[in-house]
């Protein structure tokens, strides 16, 4: 696709040049700053000064004034003209002789004294643009010979040119271009490049130059464009590499230049200009006569066979822009990154994310929003411009401005739309993705109200799951912009979040609690009490927790206690004193009941006041649904239930004080016999149990549960008076409308009580009080359990009276271990005791091993009280 990128130039005008003479053509041409050197068919050397004008419309031309021309006096054309700007000379082709004239007054350098400044027999030459030579005044030159198959490497000087290499070649050369070391050469049939210092030569591609003209041309450091077969221009480096996709140029090519990043070629009728970066024609210019194309220190200089031209490359960011103006945004990317080497850094860096941020836009236009993104973050756009397209999205007291010259060709997104709904729908939700990824990143600094606020407006508007998150974390959004949006599209419970978040919880509460009531509608959440009541465990601010847990224990108590019982412990100012909370509940009973099972049954607090409360609060409850007529007799016992698991688990409340509101209910005798075990009364207890209520398998529980944390004479202690109580009402004295039923109860639950726990009983005392006329075969699992518990007693007993003496036996071998050794006496030493010399070795050996008299410690033993432990022993002296 086509680019303007350059422009021609008229430089020198045929009548400037050759005034009324036709039959004179132009042959060569040198430019070395301003300075211009024309050589013609004539011999003649023509010297211009070029100067640049630029309009006051930015369009650039040159201005030509001529200094001098010069005959050289040999009736042949110049051939080539080259400067050597530092020795102040013009290297000079004509008639096959190379030689110097003097840069101002074109006059030839005589020869120094002991050497030559000429060379003949040349059919060709060339500067080395890169010399290997540190010398400045002296310049590197090649040059072919007409007549052999050679290339001399030339030291030019200012007065003298000397010979210091010559490269054989094995066909003729008929162009050449030289950098460092290596020569690039256009022999007959082929290319080849040699490396004249080591010798060493790579071949590169044949080429017929009989067909047409060879072109070598060097374009960088070890780096060349020839003309190829089949009208390519291939590159090569000096290692014969090609790094670079070939243009494909006009098979008639006479001369080529390079102009990063473009290859302009000439031929018979035109200059086509091609991009190095993806090897496209961008442009054509029509050019008759033309056959000279150079570029000297990057200017683009051409010649027809009468006038002059220079080729001037439009400013770069002219082309980019031409490039976007149409849409071709890799093109342009191209032609930006491609040119960095020619830019300073820091303004390449502002250039180029630029151009990413004009890309971006024109994708975002074409709804390709995948590449728009992608050029949006490698620009580091101000993510402002996006948002500032979209009406009303950014706050009222946002100080952005956009970015002059624009970055894009849209009002607003309305104008980008053309009023189609479809299209703006799909922008939005960009948006709202691109917003999403860039708030928690460095693209929001400096700007994150705008970016939340209008974060928050497109997912009101769009009714996006999104919107709850962003107003649970930390966000920026403007309050006074985000009210008034969110109540437009009747997202209450966001705009109470957002209050929140903006230390406003009071205004929260009170928006919430108008939804819960039913003036404001939001469906948003439809468990919001349950949300205002967790709300109010966690704030801090106790002052509004006492304000409104009223209307939360009013709508709903067993839910709304929950912000006394689920709210987090801490020890700081924003816990709750559970005697506040008690007193404040005070008309709300069924919270209160439930805020007093938290204390005493979850948070196990031990104080009796609690523990009595929450006791009577059951007793009380217990008593309503008594007094109800008819009964509802399953919430009695769910009521009943949770009374006596207290009675039995608490040891702080105030029994008494609950006895005497029981006194008079027959109903609880179950409770009242709890009681009596809790003032551990159980022989009321147990008659309330066995003769009031005949509940027998309450009364063994009673016993296991009055004796749970007590040693086992205590449960056998009780267990022996249930049994006594059985036994007494079984009495023939008893009469059995006293004790409410018949003996044979108590009998069978007598003996159901001694063979289901036989082992707790005394099976001796058990006998004893067993009446005489029971049958032995009713009590046959109790005997037989305690047989059993009395041999295996008796047995244990044995075995441990059994391992105590061997362990004794043990220790006292381990002692005489220890003190093995002998025992000596003599008629040297004497008795502990009587202090009397040994006449014999009979002795005793006290502990600690002192020997005594046998009679002595006999003797001891009879005066002692308490027998002591010797040990015998019969040393031999």
């Known amino acids: ?47 211009f000064l070029l100067d640049e004008v630029t309009s006051s419309k930015g369009k650039l031309s040159y201005l030509a004034q001529k200094k001098l021309h010069k005959y050289l006096g040999l009736k042949k054309p110049v051939a080539e003209l080259r400067a050597a700007s530092a020795l102040e000379r013009l290297i000079v082709l004509c008639d096959g002789i190379v030689f110097l004239v003097d840069m101002e007054t074109l006059e030839t350098v005589p020869s120094a004294a002991g050497g030559g400044a000429k060379i003949r027999g040349v059919a060709e030459f060339c500067i080395n643009e890169n010399p290997v030579n540190g010398d400045p005044f002296c310049v590197e030159m090649g040059i072919l010979s007409s007549k052999r198959r050679t290339v001399q490497i030339y030291m030019v000087y200012v007065d003298r040119v000397q010979l210091v290499k010559e490269v054989t070649t094995p066909e003729q050369p008929c162009a050449l271009s030289l950098d460092g070391y290596f020569l690039c050469l256009a022999l007959s049939t082929q290319y080849m490049i040699v490396n004249y210092n080591t010798g060493a030569s790579q071949d590169l591609f044949p080429y017929n130059s009989e067909e047409r003209r060879p072109i070598v041309k060097r374009i960088s450091r070890e780096e060349f464009l020839l003309a190829a077969p089949g009208g390519l221009g291939m590159f090569a480096n000096a290692e014969g590499v090609s790094q670079r996709a070939p243009v494909n140029w006009s098979e008639s090519v006479i001369g080529a230049a390079v102009c990063f990043p473009y290859v302009v070629a000439l031929d018979e009728s035109f200059i086509t200009i091609h991009s190095m970066l993806d090897q ?148 939005k939700k960009f948006l709202i993705t691109y917003l999403g990824e860039v708030r928690s990143t460095e693209v929001a600094n400096g700007c994150k109200e705008d970016v939340d606020t209008a974060l928050l407006k497109l997912y009101a508007e769009q009714d996006h799951e999104s919107l709850l998150d962003l107003l649970a974390t930390d966000n920026a959004c403007v309050l006074a912009d985000s009210v008034p949006w969110l109540e437009k599209y009747h997202k209450y419970f966001a705009l109470g979040l957002l209050y929140h978040s903006n230390g406003q919880d009071s205004a929260a509460l009170q928006l919430w609690i108008r939804v819960v009531d039913g003036d404001l509608q939001d469906s948003t959440r439809s468990d919001l009490y349950e949300y205002i009541v967790d709300f109010l465990c966690s704030i801090s601010n106790l002052d509004l927790v006492w304000k409104y847990a009223d209307w939360a224990l009013q709508k709903d108590p067993t839910i709304g206690v929950h912000i006394f019982t689920k709210r987090p412990l801490c020890k700081d100012q924003s816990q709750l004193k559970p005697d506040d909370v008690i007193t404040y509940l005070g008309k709300h009973s069924q ?45 009695l016992t769910r009521a009943r239930e949770r009374l006596q698991a207290l009675l039995r688990e608490s040891n702080l409340y105030r029994v008494q004080f609950l006895l ?97 726990h036989g082992e707790v009983f005394d099976a001796v005392r058990v006998l004893r009080m067993l009446p005489e006329n029971w049958s032995l075969q009713l009590l046959r699992p109790f005997l037989g359990r305690a047989v059993r518990a009395s041999m295996h007693a008796c047995r244990t007993s044995q075995i441990a009276l059994g391992l105590a003496h061997s362990e004794n036996l043990q220790l006292l071998h381990d002692r005489l271990k220890e003190r093995k050794k002998p025992i000596i006496v003599s008629e040297k030493k004497g008795c502990h005791l009587c202090h009397n010399t040994f006449s014999d070795p009979d002795v005793v050996c006290l502990p600690g091993g002192v020997p005594v008299h046998t009679h002595c410690v006999a003797q001891r033993v009879r005066d002692s009280p308490t027998k002591r432990q010797l040990t015998n022993s019969s040393n031999h002296t």
Not at 25 to 41: A, Q, R
Not at 382 to 411: G, K, M, N, Q, W
Not at 669 to 677: N, Q, V
């Open 591 to 635: 919270a209160l009941l439930l805020y007093l099972e938290y204390l005493v049954l979850e948070r196990r607090i031990q104080k009796e006041k609690f523990h009595t409360h929450l006791a009577v609060l059951y007793l009380e409850r217990v008593l309503s649904l008594l007094s109800k007529s008819p009964t509802d007799e399953e919430k």
């Open 660 to 756: 005497g509101k029981m006194e008079n209910c027959e109903q609880l005798l179950l409770e009242r016999a709890t009681l009596h075990g809790k003032l551990e009364e159980h022989d009321k207890a147990l008659h309330i149990l066995v003769h009031k209520l005949r509940d027998f398998s309450s009364a063994e529980a009673f016993c296991i549960w009055a004796s749970s944390c007590r040693d086992s004479a205590y449960r056998q202690q009780l267990f022996h008076l249930l049994l006594g109580v059985y036994l007494d009402g079984n009495l023939p004295g008893k009469s059995q409308t006293a004790t409410g039923g018949g003996s044979g109860d108590l009998e069978m639950a007598a003996v159901d009580l001694l063979n289901r």
């Open 280 to 427: 496209q024609l961008k442009q054509t210019l029509s050019f008759r006569d033309g056959h000279i194309l150079q570029d000297f220190e990057g200017k683009v200089i051409l010649a027809s066979t009468k006038a002059v031209y220079v080729l001037v490359p439009l400013p770069l960011e002219r082309q980019i822009q031409d490039l976007l103006a149409s849409h071709r945004v890799e093109e342009a990317l191209t032609l930006t990154e491609g040119a960095q080497r020619n830019i300073p850094k820091d303004k390449f860096q502002i250039l180029h994310k630029r151009i990413l941020q004009q890309a971006g836009f024109i994708n975002f236009g074409q709804l390709e929003f995948l590449e728009a993104k992608e050029h949006f973050r490698k620009g580091q756009l101000d993510v402002r411009e996006l948002i500032s397209l979209y009406p009303l999205l950014l706050p009222a007291s946002s100080s952005f401005t956009r970015c002059h010259p624009p970055l894009h060709e849209f009002a607003d997104l309305n104008h980008l739309a053309q009023g189609d709904q479809e299209k703006v729908l799909r922008c």
């Open 1 to 47: 696709m086509s680019v303007k990128a350059f422009e021609l130039v008229p430089a020198v005008e045929r009548d400037l040049l050759m005034g009324d003479k036709a039959r004179i053509n132009i042959e060569c041409i040198e430019c070395c700053g301003k300075k211009l050197y024309v050589g013609t068919n004539d011999c003649f050397i023509h010297h």
